[in-house]
């Protein structure tokens, strides 16, 4: 019975020694599986690693190269710009020289000195108990000037004026020209031959159109579209009403300042009111920034000063429906430009009438569109007369 029971557990043992090694045998089985699964993803990581770094090198090749190119670029940005400079230059001396034999020979503008005698020294002689600060209030108070519901100070108001051409042609340095439209409505009144040749209406109007003529050449010169319209002769001829001739001296004023603000003229200087005065510091030989190029800043304030209106051009209501001109007519948009009509337009599938009407209200302003609305209009008839034909067809 012993040596039995020894032997069962002895095949016991052996069993499980068996089922031991079995299990062992699929553990090493499923390792070994493992191992290849992860030996094929080593291999495809480090596969898949070298593209990586090759592509890299590349990239980085590339970089390199872009970079170089970068810097080409960035030399010759940099000698276009410092080229383009020079060229900046060598334009805003040519203007200047332009400019100031301009101002030297044709347009001449100067200080005159008036006759007026000061108001202080008359006060002075004619009432010896007045005090000190009596005369200098009253000196204080003839060089201010009322602009834009405000007092402002201008030392040069009343004792000078400023001339253009010669000194025979002048205008009121304190911007006033009441002295042109009080003629005229005077002239208006009294019939007969004007036997004054050198009333001060004639002058302002000489002078403002002087102006007026050296602003658009300026303008020209300088390469700048003024945000005003205005014709050289618009001060010329026929006597303004005092509405048409205020708004064209605005526009003129308008002109001139946007020119100094191109120009970078010291804005202290500047009054909206003064037109030669500003058009004398805009082309002075002092001015740095003569015949310059580039972006500017427009000062919203001086031109909303300009907006001072006399109160007798309000109320004045004896203008003729032709003289009312809306600024949208007269001005220059800076936004847009103004293209000349197309030669040839469409051929209309209105009839002859209705093409001649709307040819009637469009002129064109080259001679040669006047071909164009006959050849037009004649195709138009053909047309017409085409689908009245194949209509009775």
Request: with cysteine.
């Amino acid at each position: 019975m012993e040596g039995k029971w020894i032997t069962d557990q002895l095949r016991w043992k052996i069993m499980s020694c068996k089922m031991r090694i079995e299990q062992l045998k699929q553990t090493i089985c499923k390792g070994n599986e493992e191992m290849k699964i992860n030996s094929e993803g080593l291999l495809k990581t480090k596969e898949k690693n070298q593209k990586l770094y090759t592509r890299a090198q590349r990239h980085q090749e590339k970089k390199e190269k872009i970079q170089r190119h970068n810097r080409k670029l960035g030399d010759l940005v940099e000698k276009k710009t410092i080229d383009l400079r020079s060229h900046y230059e060598r334009l805003a001396n040519l203007r200047r020289s332009h400019i100031l034999e301009l101002t030297s020979v044709i347009f001449p503008i100067e200080e005159v000195k008036t006759s007026v005698r000061d108001p202080a020294d008359v006060s002075s002689e004619s009432d010896s108990a007045m005090t000190s600060s009596t005369v200098s209030k009253l000196a204080e108070a003839r060089r201010t000037t009322y602009l834009s519901g405000r007092w402002v100070c201008d030392d040069h108001n009343g004792d000078t004026s400023i001339s253009i051409t010669g000194p025979w042609i002048s205008l009121p340095n304190n911007g006033d020209y009441s002295a042109y439209y009080n003629w005229v409505e005077e002239k208006k009144t009294t019939q007969g031959p004007d036997m004054e040749h050198s009333n001060p209406a004639y002058t302002i109007s000489a002078a403002l159109c002087y102006a007026t003529q050296l602003v658009n050449i300026l303008s020209h010169i300088l390469d700048i579209n003024l945000p005003k319209k205005l014709c050289n002769s618009e001060f010329c001829g026929e006597n303004l009403s005092r509405q048409k001739f205020t708004r064209a001296v605005k526009k003129l004023n308008a002109n001139i300042l946007y020119l100094c603000f191109s120009q970078h003229v010291n804005l202290d200087q500047l009054q909206p009111l003064h037109t030669l005065r500003n058009l004398m510091y805009l082309v002075s030989p002092n001015s740095e920034h003569l015949g310059r190029s580039g972006p500017f800043e427009v000062r919203a304030d001086l031109e909303e000063s300009m907006e001072f209106v006399d109160p007798g051009v309000a109320g004045e209501s004896d203008e003729s429906g032709d003289e009312r001109v809306s600024d949208e007519e007269t001005d220059l948009g800076t936004d847009w430009e103004n293209l000349p009509s197309p030669r040839f337009c469409d051929i209309p599938s209105q009839p002859v009438e209705g093409s001649q009407s709307q040819s009637s209200q469009v002129s064109p302003p080259i001679a040669s569109s006047s071909a164009g609305g006959m050849i037009s209009s004649a195709a138009a008839s053909v047309t017409s007369w085409f689908k009245a034909y194949t209509g009775h067809r």
